[in-house]
């Protein structure tokens, strides 16, 4: 049993590029989510699923797409890089949104540098 | 709006003594709690849970959490510390003000346990 997979677990981008950070879960759970982690300031969510095609801002979504078309794969889009989306990435997921007695399995991030 | 706040940024002990990491939240409905842990250069991992009933909650690795509705805290705890404790803990609430879609995590504090 997998869990969260995340990859890549490192990379570094020029200003102005694009990418995918990509997430994958094994465990048929209906909630994704994307957080970023910076110093002093715990985690902040991006984007959030509750379901296949479904999706939802979170707390800081500018500069951030998702999608997702599947229950398994939640990937997080980059449209143009910048110096502040240096950051490192996780991918969390849960069994039910609705039920607030489920925890959450996180992937083990990805370290992003723009550089 | 639900918040959690860690008041130390730091908490450092030696090994074998006892350890407290505090956490304080606020909410305006029942409260679902969490603390998740963080090894270095890893992902979050899930600690233990309130939710409700007994005040004293037990989790992995040997800690507890005591829920004090009145002075609205949820301090994590271990009798005896040791080196391998040393990591970065966060607490969270799960926010139910918006369906339970999002969990708020705290800033985090890091414990060094000391030999």
């Known amino acids: 049993n997998a869990g969260v997979t995340q990859t890549p677990k490192f990379q570094v981008l020029k200003t102005g590029q694009s990418m995918t950070l990509q997430c994958a879960q094994d465990?048929?759970?209906?909630?994704m989510s994307w957080y970023r982690q910076d110093p002093g300031m715990g985690l902040r969510l991006i984007h959030y699923s509750v379901g296949a095609g479904i999706t939802d801002q979170g707390e800081v979504p500018n500069g951030y797409n998702v999608s997702r078309s599947t229950t398994e794969d939640f990937p997080l889009r980059l449209l143009s890089a910048a110096p502040s989306q240096t950051s490192v990435y996780f991918c969390?997921?849960?069994?039910?949104?609705?039920?607030?007695?489920?925890?959450?399995?996180f992937g083990s991030g990805t370290r992003l540098t723009v550089v | 709006a639900q918040s959690v706040a860690q008041p130390e940024d730091q908490v450092n002990v030696a090994e074998g003594n006892p350890l407290t990491v505090k956490c304080t939240y606020s909410?305006?409905?029942?409260?679902?709690l969490f603390w998740y842990v963080q090894y270095p250069n890893r992902g979050l991992q899930f600690l233990l849970k309130?939710?409700?009933?007994?005040?004293l909650v037990k989790g992995s690795y040997g800690f507890e959490a005591e829920f004090n509705k009145s002075q609205t805290s949820f301090h994590l705890k271990k009798p005896s510390a040791l080196v391998s404790d040393s990591a970065l803990y966060f607490c969270?609430?799960?926010?139910?003000?918006?369906?339970?879609?999002?969990?708020?995590f705290g800033a985090g504090t890091r414990l060094f346990v000391k030999a």
């Open positions: 909410v305006s409905g029942n409260p679902y």
């Open positions: 309130y939710i409700t009933g007994d005040n």
């Open positions: 969390a997921s849960s069994y039910s949104y609705a039920d607030p007695t489920y925890g959450y399995t």
């Open positions: 465990m048929n759970h209906e909630y």
């Open positions: 969270a609430v799960r926010d139910m003000d918006t369906g339970g879609f999002k969990t708020i």
